[in-house]
């Protein structure tokens, strides 16, 4: 099984920029699709973007597509997230996840505050 942590998170003013980090350790992301997902204060968590094991397929939420990019360094273990234009709306609890068909496996999460 792998363990994930989360980094990168803070607060930025609207339309900045930040990148989280996924860092993986126990078995390599490698072997599982990757996802970030988020949740703010009093909302159930949502999906945010997933990228296939290979990282040549990418999906987002409707209400990030333009704005974020979902990225892979196997070599690295790490997944990312590069998140830009952001809005006051972005501001969560932002958690990766590894899919295998075992279950899904989720990290600590990181918050990311925008400020209007």
């Known amino acids: 099984q792998v363990q994930l942590v989360e980094s990168g998170g803070g607060l930025v003013q609207t339309g900045g920029s930040l990148r989280l980090s996924c860092a993986g350790s126990?078995?390599?992301?490698?072997?599982?699709?990757m996802g970030w997902f988020r949740q703010a204060p009093g909302k159930e968590r949502e999906f945010v973007a997933t990228?296939?094991?290979?990282?040549?397929?990418?999906n987002y939420a409707n209400s990030v597509k333009g704005r974020f990019t979902i990225s892979r360094d196997n070599a690295k273990n790490t997944v990312y997230l590069q998140m830009s234009s952001l809005k006051p709306e972005d501001t969560a609890v932002y958690y990766c996840?590894?899919?295998?068909?075992?279950?899904?496996?989720w990290g600590q999460g990181t918050q990311v505050t925008v400020s209007s």
């Open positions: 990228i296939s094991r290979s990282g040549g397929i990418t």
């Open positions: 996840a590894a899919d295998s068909p075992l279950g899904r496996y």
């Open positions: 126990g078995r390599t992301v490698s072997s599982y699709a």
